[in-house]
């Protein structure tokens, strides 16, 4: 089994930045990518970034790119969400997720058997 445990999340005005953890306990040599999905109300769920465990191969969202940037501590087994230029549409619950399989471009929530609990971006205009 994995875990994994999410912080970080937070309100802060457009334009702002933060910064998300997610650290994973378990069996976390398993873990063959880890990501970052969201969810805003009345929404599905979306992918927004993923990392190659113990690698550097990453996958953004169109509507993240560039101004999102995904990182790991290896050694910690953490993975982190840098967030910059925020704004009010990325307002949403946060989740880390954790899949056996390694990366690839397409993969969707449904590849990913491990999740967070969840943690609230609040993004104000």
């Known amino acids: 089994q994995v875990e994994l445990v999410e912080s970080g999340g937070g309100s802060v005005q457009a334009g702002g930045s933060l910064r998300l953890s997610c650290a994973a306990s378990?069996?976390?040599?398993?873990?063959?990518?880890m990501g970052w999905f969201r969810q805003a109300p009345g929404k599905e769920r979306e992918r927004v970034a993923i990392?190659?465990?113990?690698?550097?191969?990453?996958y953004y969202s169109d509507s993240v790119s560039g101004r999102f940037i995904i990182s790991q501590d290896t050694a910690n087994n953490t993975v982190y969400v840098q967030m910059n230029s925020l704004k009010p549409e990325d307002t949403a619950m946060y989740y880390c997720?954790?899949?056996?399989?390694?990366?690839?471009?397409?993969?969707?929530?449904?590849?990913?058997?491990?999740w967070g609990q969840g943690t609230q971006v609040t993004v104000s205009s």
């Open positions: 997720a954790a899949s056996g399989f390694w990366c690839y471009k397409d993969m969707y929530e449904g590849n990913f058997p491990y």
């Open positions: 378990g069996y976390t040599s398993r873990i063959g990518c």
């Open positions: 990392i190659q465990a113990r690698g550097t191969t990453t």
